[in-house]
């Protein structure tokens, strides 16, 4: 698998992108908290046969910007938009697990005529959720950093392709194996959905909109219908046997997913 690195700056914020290259439509895949642009290999090589793939290190995330400043949802949405203006990425799919899909789903309400169709896995409008920095900040000082291990590490998280693929977050130091983010950061992203709803966003959303969940009840069904009755003319399927990180689990589940939608998308000129 082969892909090329481009690094772009915002604001003195470096970003860094794996770039797949390929033909065709755009598609910008955006990774969840804690996570690493690296999570979306398997599903990046498989679009890169039609699309041009590119997928990001958040700030914060990865080989990006460890300790910025600014983790408000604007400065995760204005990212994007650098992304896409920077490497020349006209009307992108946007693709986004999580809290990158709340990224996603931000930047495609805020940038209607930027947008040509976003994707939503395990992601939804949500909060206010005041337990949420805390219960991330819980489960990141439960990790028992250094691992020893990248093996030891992918054992802990998870085990399986899921805990291969937070393992590949890791970056190898002298005493072990360590997560590339600062958890204040993590627990910092976070304080906006602790504190308030993104129904109103949701609502603004005017491109067409793929929900892809697992049966994980990360996201509750009522949330999923509300969803659906704001919006009715959103595409949402299930894949079956699957937990909240179902990109790394059944990469070729969602893969096939995605191609229907956008096959469909672009059948109908959208």
Request: glycine content about 12%.
């Given at each position: 698998?082969?892909?090329?690195?481009?690094?772009?700056?915002?604001?003195?914020?470096?970003?860094?992108?794996?770039?797949?290259?390929?033909?065709?439509?755009?598609?910008?895949?955006?990774?969840?908290?804690?996570?690493?642009?690296?999570?979306?290999?398997?599903?990046?090589?498989?679009?890169?046969?039609?699309?041009?793939?590119?997928?990001?290190?958040?700030?914060?995330?990865?080989?990006?910007?460890?300790?910025?400043?600014?983790?408000?949802?604007?400065?995760?949405?204005?990212?994007?938009?650098?992304?896409?203006?920077?490497?020349?990425?006209?009307?992108?799919?946007?693709?986004?697990?999580?809290?990158?899909?709340h990224t996603a789903m931000?930047?495609?309400?805020?940038?209607?005529?930027?947008?040509?169709?976003?994707?939503?896995?395990?992601?939804?409008?949500?909060?206010?959720?005041?337990?949420?920095?805390?219960?991330?900040?819980?489960?990141?000082?439960?990790?028992?950093?250094?691992?020893?291990?990248?093996e030891a590490a992918a054992?802990?998280?998870?085990?399986?392709?899921?805990?291969?693929?937070?393992?590949?977050?890791?970056?190898?130091?002298?005493?072990?194996?360590?997560?590339?983010?600062?958890?204040?950061?993590?627990?910092?992203?976070?304080?906006?959905?602790?504190?308030?709803?993104?129904?109103?966003?949701?609502?603004?959303?005017?491109?067409?909109?793929?929900?892809?969940?697992?049966?994980?009840?990360?996201?509750?069904?009522?949330?999923?219908?509300?969803?659906?009755?704001?919006?009715?003319?959103?595409?949402?399927?299930?894949?079956?046997?699957?937990?909240?990180?179902?990109?790394?689990?059944?990469?070729?589940?969602?893969?096939?997913?995605?191609?229907?939608?956008?096959?469909?998308?672009?059948?109908?000129?959208?």
């Amino acid at each position: 698998m082969a892909w090329s690195e481009h690094v772009v700056v915002r604001d003195g914020v470096r970003l860094v992108c794996r770039d797949w290259g390929g033909p065709g439509q755009p598609v910008v895949l955006l990774h969840g908290l804690a996570g690493h642009a690296g999570e979306w290999d398997g599903l990046a090589w498989r679009l890169s046969s039609r699309y041009r793939v590119v997928a990001v290190d958040q700030r914060g995330h990865g080989a990006g910007e460890r300790h910025p400043q600014d983790v408000s949802r604007a400065a995760y949405v204005a990212d994007v938009i650098a992304v896409v203006e920077q490497l020349a990425l006209p009307r992108p799919v946007l693709v986004g697990q999580s809290l990158g899909g709340h990224t996603a789903m931000l930047t495609a309400a805020a940038h209607p005529g930027l947008v040509h169709a976003l994707v939503l896995i395990e992601a939804a409008p949500g909060g206010p959720n005041p337990n949420a920095p805390a219960d991330i900040g819980g489960w990141l000082d439960s990790w028992p950093t250094p691992f020893p291990s990248r093996e030891a590490a992918a054992a802990f998280l998870g085990g399986g392709q899921v805990g291969a693929g937070w393992a590949a977050g890791l970056e190898e130091r002298e005493d072990g194996w360590w997560p590339r983010f600062d958890r204040e950061v993590m627990v910092r992203s976070l304080a906006e959905n602790a504190r308030r709803s993104f129904w109103r966003e949701w609502g603004q959303v005017a491109c067409p909109t793929l929900a892809v969940l697992a049966q994980s009840s990360i996201i509750p069904a009522r949330e999923v219908d509300e969803m659906l009755g704001q919006r009715p003319d959103t595409v949402s399927l299930s894949i079956p046997g699957t937990g909240h990180d179902l990109h790394l689990e059944q990469p070729e589940a969602l893969h096939a997913a995605l191609s229907r939608f956008l096959e469909v998308k672009h059948a109908g000129g959208v």
